[in-house]
């Protein structure tokens, strides 16, 4: 398989994945939630999320309500932020981070899995998030929450 096949068939999967992100997960006794949002800042402790909404073509009661067309889901969803507003959430040293070396700044593979970073080191996350000019990426993330704790940040890619 060449180069463009692989990168293709990943743009094809990924938005099949992210449909099916944001749902609420039950994970053993503890009760998750999964939020999309925009990463406004992060340290070694903490994060700061601005709340977005997403919504897919089987939300179709929330696309009346925001009178949504087929145009505005061309991508397979949408995303609702009709105003900032941050809250801070606290960082563990089990929090997992999830992420795409876009610029393979963490790996020289063109493989698709292997471009897909996984890891607990806040410093390797913080490092990419800095590769973003101001530190603020332009797409949201998807944020896993078990009370105040960021249990996973998971970046996918949305085209």
């Known amino acids: 398989m060449n180069k463009k096949?692989?990168?293709?068939?990943?743009?094809?999967?990924?938005?099949?994945?992210?449909?099916?992100?944001?749902?609420?997960?039950?994970?053993?006794?503890?009760?998750?939630?999964?939020?999309?949002?925009?990463?406004?800042?992060?340290?070694?402790?903490?994060?700061?999320?601005?709340?977005?909404?997403?919504?897919?073509?089987e939300d179709s009661q929330r696309i009346r309500e925001l009178n949504l067309t087929e145009e505005d889901l061309l991508s397979g969803y949408y995303i609702y932020n009709p105003e900032e507003e941050t809250k801070e959430y606290r960082l563990t040293s089990d929090t997992v981070y999830n992420f795409i070396d876009w610029e393979r700044n963490f790996t020289d593979s063109d493989d698709p899995e292997e471009v897909n970073i996984s890891t607990t080191d806040i410093d390797k996350f913080i490092k990419y998030i800095n590769t973003y000019t101001n530190a603020q990426p332009g797409m949201p993330f998807f944020f896993e929450i078990d009370g105040e704790n960021i249990v996973s940040i998971t970046e996918k890619p949305m085209a």
């Open 5 to 57: 096949t692989k990168q293709i068939g990943t743009l094809v999967i990924m938005p099949l994945l992210l449909l099916m992100s944001c749902q609420n997960a039950e994970t053993g006794s503890n009760k998750t939630n999964t939020l999309c949002g925009f990463l406004k800042s992060i340290d070694e402790t903490s994060v700061m999320i601005d709340e977005a909404e997403y919504v897919t073509p």
